[in-house]
């Protein structure tokens, strides 16, 4: 019989499990989070470290300046929620979650979402993508429905929509994805995927040495002034590839991406938490 993936000892074994969270975030050991001193003393509580500098001395544990911090969970579910993110490639929700821990919704909710916060990358601290000889790849879909009120009637060129902005991107939610040729990739949910907000993300996140690839979409022109190559590929033409030029690898991530929202959250997320759903999809 197989064992269960969740047979390990931290899964089901609060020490073990803390002990299995101290090794990953304090591999040398225990330092101080609100210091950062690695003195401490050990208290009478397991797991409870007091720090050993004079001009501290504050209590901490593994959950200290975390997304565990003032949780009531234990750490076993805290482990299954982390694993969970980890080895879904597609997402896992917090119903998903509920079942597995045999919890309340509201204590699966909570885990879910703190742990998504916690694996979500982004903002200033964030390195830039590609680099010398390395491709990126650029790419926009939509998804979920966007209010008739709010729906554009033109597209980003200026003409109007076909079809009365019925069907199509008019009335949907725009996603843009930066991939990493063989690395990560980056989702952006933007209220209008126009030239100057697409190409704004790909400028702030995509380093000046690198080869930029996208399709023909007019949202790109102009940014080989701003990369070492723009190459593109003509969709409209039937041609997919042409050596290693191609945007396979974003194509394939939006599959994956629509995949989960289908098979794993099923409803279309708003645009209060598609952000959220995003960060919840890894490559």
Same mark, same amino acid.
């Given at each position: 019989?197989?064992?269960?993936? #969740? ?13 299995? #969270? ?23 509580? &397991?797991?409870?470290?007091?720090? &050993? ?10 959950? !200290?300046? +975390? ?25 896992? !929700? ?19 979402? *703190? ?39 033109? !597209? ?20 843009? @994805? ?6 990560? @990739?980056?989702?952006? =949910? ?14 702030? %996140? ?8 996208? $399709?023909? +979409? ?5 940014? $080989? ?10 969709? +409209?033409?039937?041609?997919? @590839?042409?050596?290693?030029? %191609? !945007?396979? +690898?974003?194509?394939? #991530?939006?599959?994956?991406?629509? *995949? ?6 099923? =409803?279309? &997320? ?5 952000? *959220? ?5 890894? @490559?």
């Amino acid at each position: 019989m197989a064992k269960s993936k #969740f047979s390990q000892k931290h899964f089901h074994d609060e020490d073990a499990a803390r002990v299995w #969270f101290e090794a990953a975030r304090w591999p040398s050991g225990p330092n101080c989070p609100h210091c950062g001193s690695l003195k401490h003393y050990a208290t009478k509580k &397991a797991g409870r470290y007091r720090c &050993a500098e004079k001009e501290c001395r504050k209590d901490y544990t593994v959950m !200290t300046k +975390s997304v565990m911090e003032r949780s009531h969970a234990p750490l076993t579910s805290w482990a299954t929620a982390f694993h969970l993110y980890a080895s879904s490639k597609k997402g896992f !929700t917090a119903t998903q979650l509920e079942r597995t821990l045999g919890c309340e919704y509201n204590t699966a909710w909570f885990l879910h979402h *703190r742990v998504m916060e916690a694996m979500r990358r982004g903002g200033l601290s964030s390195p830039m993508m590609g680099g010398p000889g390395k491709i990126v790849e650029a790419d926009e879909t939509y998804y979920g429905n966007v209010p008739e009120a709010k729906r554009p009637t033109k !597209t980003t060129s200026g003409r109007p929509f076909t079809k009365r902005g019925r069907t199509g991107p008019s009335g949907k939610r725009a996603i843009v @994805a930066l991939v990493e040729r063989g690395g990560d @990739a980056r989702l952006f =949910h933007v209220a209008v995927a126009d030239q100057v907000t697409v190409q704004g993300i790909v400028a702030a %996140n995509v380093a000046k040495e690198s080869r930029l690839h996208t $399709d023909e +979409s007019r949202l790109y022109h102009g940014a $080989d002034k701003h990369f070492a190559s723009h190459e593109t590929v003509t969709h +409209s033409r039937k041609e997919y @590839a042409r050596g290693d030029v %191609n !945007t396979n +690898s974003a194509e394939g #991530f939006f599959g994956i991406f629509k *995949r989960g929202m289908r098979g794993n959250y099923q =409803h279309r &997320a708003g645009p209060g938490n598609l952000h *959220r759903t995003i960060s919840g999809i890894s @490559a």
